[in-house]
């Protein structure tokens, strides 16, 4: 249940955000002002009762929460942003109290675009700290493409037969003396 | 050096300081015993006979228990994912004695003195102490461990890499299990689903823990995966049927960045 409440953790963070940034929630700047962020069409919902049905959710519409993040977020920023959105910085959203615990994030917001997300306050249900946890989390393709060109002396893959060593990616390092 | 022979089925590479060269002999010697001990396609191995009631079990050789009691222990640590026993009740070590024969040619290559060497046997690697390739002077002016940086294969494109990392001591070894390659020859407890994870790749210190876990999280799914990641000190990466990626918080800071 672990990898489910870690996991859970992470998307109540990341759709309390989202859904919060879209209804216009308001948040508040470090010098203590207050901002209103710019409302999305699209995003009627109410935070909460988002947070509660995506919380539990599974890690295949995990990975779509993901895109979500990457593509609505800046998005639904984009038009607003030339007439009334939030100056460029970094913005502190209030501590919102979740089943996996309280949940606080901190977003950064350049051009309009959302391009960091911070988690000031993360913990999972048995109230250690979520960074210290070794669970594999779903990622990104895009987070391991960069490492693909890589110069590399060796792969590991699931174990070739010989016929298909001749056309792995070993066989071509190997006769390159890599 | 980069020395290439054939072994267990699959391809040996290993990587050796020109100077150590001659050490080739000894290690094709290593793996070939072991070949010739455990493998069940070879009718006279000692395994065969053990599992055709050629020879009982108490009078196999004590090298044979030894990884069989091995064997044995990963079974219960890993609550039977991993298991030397196929469906039918044959004794079948193929999944721990590869690693076992790398483990054995890194030892062997410490003992005699070689400085920086790299074993890779069809796509287990298991790297020196000191690192693999050449040694670099770091910044401060002394002798770094060199990294090995190992790509990992794309199980939906073999001749295509995933993703790339470094090995960095103490974690000297990777393994990948899946069914990318060899079609789906691991057992999940008579489970004819298709496994959820197509390929597992896992970062460890050693080279048996790696593969026999890699093995374990392909058997055992996604509970498997959160109960070796909490359990182990290990780094993984998986890929599912639909190609979405898992991957631990070490892994991915050991991600190599392009160069």
């Not at chain 2, 050789?61 to 026993?85: D, H, I, K, Q």
């Not at chain 2, 899946?178 to 080279?207: C, K, L, T």
């Not at chain 2, 876990?213 to 055992?220: D, K, M, P, R, Y």
Request: charged letters at 15%.
């Amino acid at each position: 249940m672990r990898t489910r409440a870690i996991l859970g953790s992470i998307l109540a963070s990341t759709s309390v955000l989202i859904v919060g940034y879209q209804a216009g929630v308001s948040v508040t700047t470090s010098d203590g002002t207050s901002l209103t962020l710019p409302v999305d069409s699209a995003a009627g919902t109410d935070p909460n009762a988002t947070t509660t049905e995506t919380a539990p959710t599974d890690s295949s519409s995990g990975s779509s929460s993901g895109s979500t993040t990457d593509s609505t977020a800046p998005e639904a920023a984009a038009p607003e942003t030339a007439a009334t959105g939030p100056t460029d910085g970094t913005y502190t959203g209030s501590s919102v109290s979740t089943r996996f615990g309280n949940v606080q994030v901190a977003v950064t917001i350049s051009s309009g675009s959302i391009t960091d997300i911070t988690a000031l306050q993360l913990t999972d249900d048995d109230g250690r700290s979520v960074q210290i946890s070794n669970r594999a989390a779903p990622i990104l393709r895009t987070a391991v493409l960069e490492s693909q060109s890589a110069q590399v002396s060796n792969v590991s893959g699931a174990t070739y037969t010989t016929q298909a060593y001749l056309a792995s990616v070993q066989s071509a390092l190997d006769q390159a003396g890599a | 050096m980069r020395h290439v022979f054939e072994t267990m089925g699959t391809v040996a590479s290993i990587e050796l300081p020109s100077a150590w060269a001659s050490e080739r002999a000894e290690l094709e010697r290593i793996f070939r015993a072991v070949d010739d001990r455990f493998s069940l396609y070879r009718p006279d191995s000692e395994l065969s006979k053990v599992a055709d009631s050629r020879l009982t079990l108490p009078s196999a050789s004590s090298v044979l228990l030894a990884s069989y009691a091995r064997a044995l222990e990963w079974r219960a640590a890993t609550g039977g994912n991993f298991t030397p026993n196929r469906p039918d009740g044959t004794i079948d070590l193929n999944g721990i004695v590869k690693a076992e024969a790398i483990e054995q040619a890194g030892e062997y290559l410490t003992s005699v003195g070689c400085p920086q060497w790299s074993i890779n046997v069809g796509g287990d690697i298991l790297v020196s102490p000191t690192g693999a390739a050449t040694a670099v002077t770091s910044p401060a002016g002394q002798l770094a461990p060199a990294l090995l940086r190992a790509g990992i294969a794309d199980p939906a494109a073999p001749t295509q890499l995933l993703c790339s990392l470094e090995l960095r001591h103490p974690r000297r070894a990777i393994a990948t299990s899946g069914s990318a390659q060899r079609g789906d020859h691991i057992w999940r407890g008579g489970s004819f689903e298709p496994a959820e994870f197509v390929q597992v790749s896992v970062v460890a210190n050693d080279i048996v823990t790696a593969d026999v876990l890699a093995t374990t999280i392909v058997a055992g799914g996604q509970a498997a995966l959160d109960d070796v990641t909490d359990r182990w000190d290990v780094d993984v990466i998986t890929v599912d049927r639909a190609g979405d990626l898992r991957a631990t918080p070490g892994l991915v800071s050991a991600l190599a960045s392009a160069s």
